[in-house]
């Protein structure tokens, strides 16, 4: 797509000039002429009275997007487990694909994991395409690239999602650039156009403090990376066809620039946010690196782990695995305890989702009492003291009665 002068009409008013956000316009000769740097953003086709400025239709680079059909995910899994955002995204491709009325399909690669593509079936995929071949038995950019690229360019399906993890922030450019088509990154919101069928993908942008959303108008798939943690997971049924198709592909070691001798896992124990049930979370109101003891000490009593703010993280009182928010992770536990955070849009829209929101801050106007489900007004440092202590009376109470029944 490109922009137009249409000279005949166009009576040098300058107004377009004025409002091209990007200085793309140059008037010459009394007309406009549009420079190199444009980027179709529209704006001076409204601003023209006189019509004289066009979306050039014409240009299109685009394919033929009509040939493209099918919901597709990225199954991606670590020694034969699927991970918790592939299961997430294949809630989310049910919904899309049912909305679209085409087939999920789930897409496998690795070693020997015949296990794994039955048990997505099992997860809602109508369909698992499963690639098993050794060189796939560990990820690498190359080898993962050229396979579903090569899937991809052959089954043409609409849409494609793939987890924001690590492995997927690394998979997702490649494939969108070798096949010519748009990513959007971290999204935390899908849906499906009821106008044109086409995918809406929504995500923070501009530090969090709006949410953009994206479409990818003339080129398929419609790419997406969605962060683990925001969507629902699929629901697994034991009684749940589909079909698996197992593949063979074109892959040598030549194909692999990377060789991956050995992987040597975190001596650190993984902090798992996003499948806990219980959070208790502290902010920079804890007040130093000692204070995490006392929320430690919560999160033990509940059965929880601890979570923290940026501001926190920033500090140095806890390390960034522990940070919720945009650039930390996004959960939505059961119980989501909030000490000493202020309630910035940037942690929201890591934790908001959870079913129940307590805040405890000492301030009764932090923005986090909006989002809490209960809000305590006071100091931490007495606050939770008395809690634990309520619950460990809770505790002897229930000991009470079951020596009591007895
Ligand atoms: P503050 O805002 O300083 O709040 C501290 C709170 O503690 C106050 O409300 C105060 O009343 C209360 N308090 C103080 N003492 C006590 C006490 N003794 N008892 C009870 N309450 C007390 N932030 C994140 O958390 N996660 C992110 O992922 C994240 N990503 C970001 C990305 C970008 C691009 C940007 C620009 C910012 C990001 N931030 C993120 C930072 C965010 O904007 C806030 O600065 C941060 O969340 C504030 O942390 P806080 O609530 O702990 O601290
Ligand atoms: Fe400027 Fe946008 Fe018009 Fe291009 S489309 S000339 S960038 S206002
Ligand atoms: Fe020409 Fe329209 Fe630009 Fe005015 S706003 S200079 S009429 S193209």
Not at 286 to 315: M, Q, T, W, Y
Not at 360 to 380: C, E, Q, R
Request: with cysteine.
């Amino acid at each position: 797509m490109a922009i137009r002068v249409i000279n005949e009409k166009c009576i040098g008013c300058g107004m377009c000039v004025k409002t091209c956000p990007f200085d793309a316009i140059d008037m010459i000769n009394k007309k406009a002429v549009i420079k190199d740097n444009c980027t179709v953003c529209g704006a001076c086709v409204d601003a023209c009275p006189v019509d004289a400025i066009v979306k050039d239709e014409s240009k299109r680079q685009g394919m033929d997007i009509s040939k493209y059909e099918g919901v597709w995910v990225f199954a991606e899994q670590r020694d034969g487990e699927v991970l918790n955002v592939a299961i997430e995204l294949l809630g989310e491709g049910r919904k899309l694909a049912d909305k679209r009325g085409v087939e999920l399909t789930a897409v496998l690669l690795g070693k020997g994991i015949d296990n794994v593509a039955e048990e997505l079936v099992k997860y809602g995929a109508d369909k698992v395409l499963y690639v098993d071949n050794e060189l796939l038995e560990v990820y690498t950019t190359d080898g993962y690239t050229k396979v579903i690229s090569e899937l991809i360019n052959d089954r043409k399906p609409e849409i494609m999602l793939i987890g924001a993890t690590t492995i997927g922030r690394d998979l997702g450019p490649r494939l969108s650039a070798r096949l010519g088509t748009g990513l959007t990154a971290d999204c935390t919101r899908l849906e499906i156009d009821e106008e044109d069928g086409k995918l809406l993908q929504t995500r923070p942008a501009f530090g969090g403090n709006l949410m953009a959303t994206i479409i990818t108008p003339d080129h398929r798939p419609q790419m997406s990376t969605v962060r683990p943690g925001v969507m629902e997971k699929a629901h697994y049924n034991e009684d749940a066809n589909g079909k698996v198709e197992t593949l063979a592909v074109d892959l040598t070691e030549a194909d692999i620039k990377a060789k991956v001798e050995e992987c040597i896992k975190s001596e650190k124990e993984e902090v798992a946010l996003e499948e806990a049930p219980i959070i208790v979370a502290g902010g920079r109101g804890v007040g130093n690196e000692k204070g995490f003891e006392v929320i430690e000490k919560l999160a033990h009593k509940l059965g929880g782990v601890v979570g923290s703010s940026r501001a926190a993280v920033d500090a140095g009182w806890i390390e960034h695995p522990h940070q919720v928010g945009q650039t930390g992770k996004t959960v939505r536990p059961k119980l989501y305890i909030a000490c000493g955070i202020s309630g910035a849009i940037q942690h929201l829209a890591g934790m908001q989702s959870s079913d129940c929101i307590v805040a405890i801050n000492k301030n009764a106007d932090a923005p986090i009492f909006k989002v809490a489900d209960y809000g305590i007004v006071g100091d931490l440092y007495e606050v939770i003291p008395a809690l634990i202590e309520a619950l460990d009376k809770v505790d002897d109470i229930m000991e009470a009665f079951k020596a009591a029944s007895k």
